[in-house]
């Protein structure tokens, strides 16, 4: 017996295409139906069978890549990635790191603004509008961190200027916003600090910094936040504690 799965975009409904996509493709993958490593059709074939645009399958693609769910390999295709069996960090801001490892620090608020509508804050959380947060966090030696919050006013509200974010982000969020977060999906890299941000860091244009991407979740699976962390790699260190039951290297 064979099962109809060929469900395609529809382009009357209020919902952008790219995400519509996503949303049958995450089905697809969460499902089963496409299990971990399953080799996804060619991009021309997978759009035909859409009856999207390949920039539509593109931004759909990137979407879910973001969430951890298909990786692309340069000369051999997209695949699906196998569910992650690591056990979140109860740690999910860089304050709470520092408070656990008893290291004093203060936060500065650079700005806050309000943001009407951005195709990639789209892609990344949903349509606007957006409140954009930029910190720096400094310790007892100097700035070490510019971090940039984008809040998704749909999901979390149109949070009061009077409320302070500075400190404790996600526990003022959790506490005084009733927003529940869950968890939290995080890339790091290491990036040449930019023109607009080495002179916060006090670091030179070009100097070697970390950059942690994330996207934050709901309890209901809803995104709520886009955020980007630069860290001077000259005042800290990454350590983790890893299961050495897993397989890795």
Excluded at 32 to 49: I, S, T
Excluded at 56 to 75: D, H, K, P
Excluded at 107 to 124: H, K, L, V
Aim: proline content about 7%; hydrophobic content about 40%; glycine content about 8%.
């Amino acid at each position: 017996m064979s099962i109809n799965v060929h469900i395609q975009p529809d382009a009357s409904l209020p919902q952008p295409l790219y995400t519509q996509l996503a949303d049958i493709m995450r089905s697809r993958i969460t499902s089963g139906f496409w299990p971990a490593h399953h080799k996804l059709a060619a991009e021309p074939d997978l759009a035909q069978h859409f009856g999207v645009s390949r920039g539509t399958l593109r931004n759909a693609i990137r979407l879910l890549m973001r969430e951890g769910l298909l990786s692309q390999v340069q000369g051999r295709g997209t695949f699906v990635l196998p569910a992650p069996a690591d056990r979140p960090d109860n740690n999910a801001s860089l304050a709470g790191l520092l408070r656990t490892a008893g290291i004093p620090f203060e936060t500065r608020p650079i700005s806050r603004q309000s943001i009407e509508s951005s195709d990639f804050y789209a892609r990344m959380i949903g349509s606007g509008p957006y409140l954009r947060y930029v910190r720096l966090r400094c310790l007892v030696e100097g700035p070490f961190t510019l971090m940039e919050n984008v809040l998704s006013v749909p999901v979390c509200g149109d949070i009061p200027e009077e409320v302070r974010l500075d400190d404790g982000f996600y526990q003022v969020l959790t506490r005084d916003l009733s927003v529940s977060v869950s968890h939290f999906r995080r890339s790091i890299m290491a990036i040449a600090a930019p023109k607009d941000a080495a002179p916060l860091l006090e670091v030179a244009v070009g100097a070697p910094v970390l950059r942690i991407e994330q996207v934050g979740y709901l309890s209901d699976g809803r995104a709520f936040e886009y955020a980007t962390a630069l860290i001077r790699s000259d005042r800290h260190s990454l350590r983790m504690t890893v299961d050495g039951t897993g397989q890795g290297q």
